[in-house]
C-alpha cells in the first residue's frame, strides 16, 4: 500500500489537500508540530520539519512526501532559515536516507515575486526574483530540489503556488487563484505523472483574467484546471471597482510581497 508523507498537513493547503488526494489504497501520513487526528486512510506523526531523525522516521517505507510545511509569509531571518531553509534541507536528506523516490514541494510565486507585468506570463525556469525572505527561501528550497535530483536521482517537483484559498480574496485574486479542487488535481499529477525528474511548475486555476504565469510545465505533468475566479468577479468589483492597473499590488507578480511594508524585521 503506497504511503504519502504530507509535512504542514495542518496547514491551510495541507487540509485542502488531506481529503484531495485521499484514494483507496493509499495512506496519508500527516505530519506537523500540531497534532492532528488521523481518519480512515491515514496516520498522524507530530514533528518538526527542522528535526532530522524524526523526519527520517517519518519517511519510512514512504512512497513519495509532498512537502508543505514552513512559515506561510514573511518573518525575520532566523524564523525563515530554520523552518523554510534548514528545515526543507531535512525533508530532502530524510528522505534520501529513506529511500524515498519523490518528494513534490510547496514553492511559491514569490520566488519570482518581482518579476514586472512586463514579463508575464512569467516562464517557470525564469531566473529567480524573490521579493522577500519568503521568498528567498523557497528559491533555496527549490535549489535543494535541483540538488537532490542531480545527485541523488530524486524525482523533485516544485510547485509554485500563488493565491491558494477557497475563494479568491482580493481584485488580484481574480487572476492568481488556485481552488482547493485545482490544488488538488495538481499535486495528485505531480504524485502520479512517471518519472518527472526535476520539474518547477506554477499552481493557478483557469482564470479569465490569468496569464500571469505560465502553465506549460504543469500540463506536461497531466494537469488540468477546471475552476476560474470570474465566477467571483461580480462579488468582488461589487466592494472594490474594476481592477487599476497602475494599482503597484498589479505591478508585480509578488503582488503585496513587493511593497515597503514588507520589509522583514532586520537585526537591530
Keep these: 500500500m503506497p504511503i504519502i508523507l504530507v509535512t504542514g498537513a495542518a496547514g491551510i493547503v495541507g487540509s485542502m489537500l488531506r481529503t484531495r488526494l485521499a484514494r483507496p ?11 492532528i487526528t488521523a481518519g480512515p486512510g491515514e496516520e498522524a506523526v507530530t514533528a518538526s520539519v527542522t528535526d532530522l531523525d524524526a523526519m527520517t522516521e517519518a519517511c519510512r517505507n514512504v512512497t513519495a512526501v509532498v512537502h508543505l510545511a514552513g512559515i506561510p509569509g514573511e518573518a525575520p531571518w532566523e524564523q525563515i532559515r530554520e523552518v523554510n531553509i534548514d528545515g526543507t534541507y531535512a525533508v530532502f536528506e530524510a528522505a534520501r536516507r529513506a529511500g524515498v ?61 500563488l493565491t491558494c484559498a477557497e475563494r479568491p480574496p482580493t481584485l488580484r485574486a ?13 499535486f495528485e499529477a505531480c504524485l502520479s505523472t512517471p518519472s518527472p525528474g526535476f520539474r518547477v511548475v506554477f499552481g493557478v486555476s483557469a482564470n479569465t483574467r490569468g ?45 503585496e510581497f513587493t511593497l515597503p511594508g514588507m520589509d522583514a524585521e532586520l537585526p537591530a
Design 25 to 35: 489504497g493509499r495512506t496519508l501520513r500527516l505530519l506537523d508540530v500540531a497534532p
Design 174 to 186: 481574480l487572476s492568481t487563484w488556485l481552488s482547493p479542487d485545482d490544488a488538488g488535481r495538481l
Design 101 to 161: 523516490g519523490r518528494v513534490v514541494y510547496a514553492s511559491s510565486n514569490h520566488a519570482a515575486g518581482f518579476r514586472p507585468r512586463t514579463d508575464f506570463p512569467v516562464p517557470e525556469y525564469v531566473y529567480p526574483a524573490p521579493d522577500t525572505y519568503y521568498g528567498m527561501s523557497k528559491v533555496a528550497g527549490e535549489s535543494l530540489a535541483s540538488l537532490y535530483h542531480s545527485r541523488y536521482g530524486m524525482d523533485a517537483i516544485c510547485v509554485r503556488i
Design 211 to 255: 496569464g500571469w504565469v505560465s502553465l506549460d510545465e504543469a500540463r506536461i505533468l497531466g494537469y488540468q484546471p477546471r475552476d476560474n475566479a470570474e465566477a467571483y468577479a461580480a462579488e468582488l468589483i461589487a466592494v472594490h471597482g474594476e481592477p487599476d492597473l497602475d494599482d503597484p499590488v498589479l505591478a508585480y507578480l509578488g503582488g
